[in-house]
Nanobody
Framework: QVQLVESGGGLVQPGESLRLSCAAS????????MGWYRQAPGKQRELIAT??NYADSVKGRFTVSRDNAKNTVYLQMNSLKPEDTAVYYC???????????????WGQGTQVTVSS
């Protein structure tokens, strides 16, 4: 069984920064893809960042990084704007063993609110 646990959300003012973390635990052989999504009220969940690609709305302000030893992915968010307010989810495609297929896992979601 694999579990993703997110942390780091909260309430900040415009222009401030936050760093989200997403740690995977359990039976992990390899992690093939890591990404961050967000879902604002009344909107669909959208992909905003992977290790190599960023949505235009966050490009230049958000950075994804990973710590392979900890099976953890981070989302550094700088220059936050009110329109960044959403629930943020991490997603990983994980193999639990050398012969197992890839399976998609989601974090529980963490609220980020940007407001003055």
């Amino acid at each position: 069984q694999v579990q993703l646990v997110e942390s780091g959300g909260g309430l900040v003012q415009p222009g401030e920064s936050l760093r989200l973390s997403c740690a995977a635990s359990g039976s992990i052989f390899s992690i093939n893809r890591m990404g961050w999504y967000r879902q604002a009220p009344g909107k669909q969940r959208e992909l905003i960042a992977t290790l190599t690609n960023y949505a235009d709305s966050v490009k230049g302000r958000f950075t994804v990084s990973r710590d392979n030893a900890k099976n953890t992915v981070y989302l550094q968010m700088n220059s936050l704007k009110p329109e960044d307010t959403a629930v943020y989810y991490c997603n990983m495609f994980i193999m639990s063993g050398p012969a197992s297929g890839l399976r998609s896992y989601w974090g529980q979601g963490t609220q980020v609110t940007v407001s003055s």
